[in-house]
């Protein structure tokens, strides 16, 4: 397998060069790091190990990580004990070697590091003999992604990456637990992922500025020509406007069914406000009453799970209104529905929220 190595520090750099060259690889060795990438250009290499004697090996990463070959690459980084690693792996390595670095534990990362090179150059070449295949991917307006079998993103198309609010180069050599809400995520064993087929479930994911959003998601295990797994693929789905509209449904099969038992209307009104706040996520619902021959709108009730002082009183602070007065007044003149964004002062509440 080809490796390349560009490393400054004398002493460690021999210590890999002499453990890649026992394990039979075909090493390039740079000391100066733009002939090091001008190298994986031209050869893409499967397994790299790079070192930044600037600090700056996070850039260095993200570098070499950068499509249309990157993804397949398997790239371990060297920090001195006590660096980030954390900054690398966010980068996109797939493993920290921290100095000093001990010969056992060293063989046997590089023999995790060449299992991984073998099962994404497998996947790529599958991907490259399906061409065809891979071009209606990308036009696809359902997200598709490709990972390795420890969820390191091989493959994106511009859909998913829309759908998360990145960019398809941002996300490849990522792991995709970045999907997942903090805490979510789990890896899966060899066993398990198995019986990865036709996987489908419905999720919370995270777009790249925290916003969460429901997915439906169907996974399916890649293997080799053996059999063996060596990667998922899972295609992405927003759900949003279905799950709204299954919410809408609920509450109006919740509506109906509170009043068909109802006794009195002032028994009802609360219960019925109360159902519709909590389905849709409300903090404030009020009911209002139109006195035709007085022309005006009478509050008949009210339900707030929000504290006295949050400030959502000041949505409609009369309990009557003219047509035409105040935001529910406005509603009725127009016979369209009306929004308002409050803003609570500091001494009432520092939070704002939309009255509708």
């Known amino acids: 397998m080809k490796a390349l190595l560009t490393l400054h520090e004398n002493r460690v750099r021999h210590q890999l060069l002499e453990a890649l060259l026992a394990r039979g690889h075909d ?27 600037e600090g700056r090996a996070a850039d260095l990463v993200a570098r070499f990580r950068t499509p249309p070959f990157g993804a397949e690459t398997v790239i371990l980084t060297v920090e001195a004990a006590g660096g980030a690693f954390e900054d690398l792996l966010t980068a996109g390595a797939d493993d920290v070697l921290l ?40 036009a696809m307006q359902i997200g598709v992604t490709l990972t390795d079998r420890d969820g390191v993103i091989l493959y994106t198309n511009p859909a998913d990456a829309r759908m998360h609010g990145y960019e398809v180069a941002e996300l490849v050599g990522r792991n995709a637990r970045l999907f997942s809400p903090r805490g979510s995520w789990r890896a899966i064993g060899l066993e398990e992922t198995r019986v990865v087929k036709g996987w489908a479930r419905e999720r919370l994911n995270v777009r790249k500025d925290g916003s969460v959003f429901p997915a439906r998601l169907v996974s399916d295990v890649v293997t080799d020509e053996n059999g063996t797994p060596v990667g998922i693929v899972t295609s992405c789905e927003d759900v949003a406007e279905r799950w709204s509209a299954e919410a809408q449904h609920a509450i109006r099969f919740d509506v109906a069914r509170l009043l068909a038992a109802a006794t009195s209307a002032r028994d ?81 509440s520092r939070s704002r929220t939309d009255a509708s």
């Open 268 to 348: 009802v009104i609360p219960r019925v406000l109360r159902v519709a706040c909590e389905g849709a996520g409300w903090r404030r619902g009020e009911l209002w009453r139109l006195d035709a021959e007085a022309g005006v709108l009478s509050l008949d009730g009210v339900f707030s799970p929000a504290p006295p002082d949050s400030g959502l009183d000041l949505v409609s602070n009369e309990s009557k209104y003219a047509p035409g007065e105040g935001l529910v007044g406005r509603a009725l003149r127009t016979g369209e529905p009306r929004r308002r964004r409050v803003c609570v002062s500091p001494s009432r």
């Open 99 to 138: 100095q000093p670095i001990e010969t056992r534990p060293l063989a046997a990362r590089l023999a995790v590091a060449e299992r991984l090179a073998a099962e994404r150059s497998e996947i790529v070449r599958a991907c490259a003999a399906a061409g065809e295949l891979r071009r209606a991917v990308h």
């Open 27 to 53: 090493v390039s060795l740079h000391d100066d790091q733009d002939a090091a990438w001008q190298a994986y250009a031209r050869d893409r290499h499967p397994l790299v190990i790079l070192g930044s004697r």
